[in-house]
């Protein structure tokens, strides 16, 4: 063995720019089924509270008992909405996830104000920030489950693979190929089954 290959070895896994283009696997992520179906509920999720904050934006305001926030939280609303659509429309999702978490920690800093002074809306402002707690776990949930997906391979070798079926001939041909097949005598098998072998022979 070459010293370049066993110091290759020793430093660990090769760089990405040291791998030919087609093992090279793609920046995408490919997650599973159920964080997939998460990514896309919050993106809805994300587009419904969006529309409500942009149309009702004083309204809440004023059930939080911050009516001055009003043109704020009409503004996180176009931002909902860009990131709903953002999470919908992208073939990966993670960033736009990963921008909610941050906009979740905006939210959270616009409502907090309320818990402080004379304010006679703190039990709305309570309600809120449990309502928002909650919904920054799921998306720190997604955030993570999405990173933390195996990259998609490389186009190249979907495009290599995609008509293989891992035989190598088609199923009609090989179809009963083994049959009538007998194992060579010398072959030694497990002990329990050397009775039945020898009485099938």
């Not at 179906?37 to 149309?55: K, M």
């Not at 195996?150 to 079926?165: G, W």
């Amino acid at each position: 063995m070459s010293e370049a290959m066993t110091q290759r070895r020793r430093s660990g896994p090769p760089d990405r720019s040291e791998l030919p283009g087609y093992l090279v696997s793609d920046p995408r992520r490919r997650p599973d089924p159920a964080t997939r179906e998460l990514a896309q509920g919050l993106g809805w999720f994300s587009i419904g509270l969006g529309l409500t904050e942009v149309a009702c934006g004083g309204a809440i305001a004023r059930w939080l008992g911050m009516p001055r926030s009003a043109t704020i939280i009409r503004a996180y609303g176009v931002r909902e909405l860009l990131q709903g659509i953002g999470i919908l429309g992208a073939r990966d999702p993670t960033p736009w996830i990963s921008a909610r978490v941050a906009g979740d920690a905006l939210d959270i800093a616009t409502v907090l104000p309320g818990l402080e002074g004379h304010n006679p809306r703190k039990d709305n402002v309570v309600i809120a920030l449990v309502a928002l707690a909650g919904v920054t776990a799921a998306d720190v949930i997604c955030a993570r489950s999405l990173s933390e997906a195996p990259l998609a391979p490389s186009e190249k070798v979907r495009r290599d693979y995609r008509q293989r079926s891992g035989f190598r001939r088609r199923a009609e041909a090989m179809r009963g190929a083994a049959r009538g097949f007998k194992p060579p005598p010398d072959i030694i098998g497990p002990e329990a089954m050397r009775p039945w072998a020898l009485t099938n022979a």
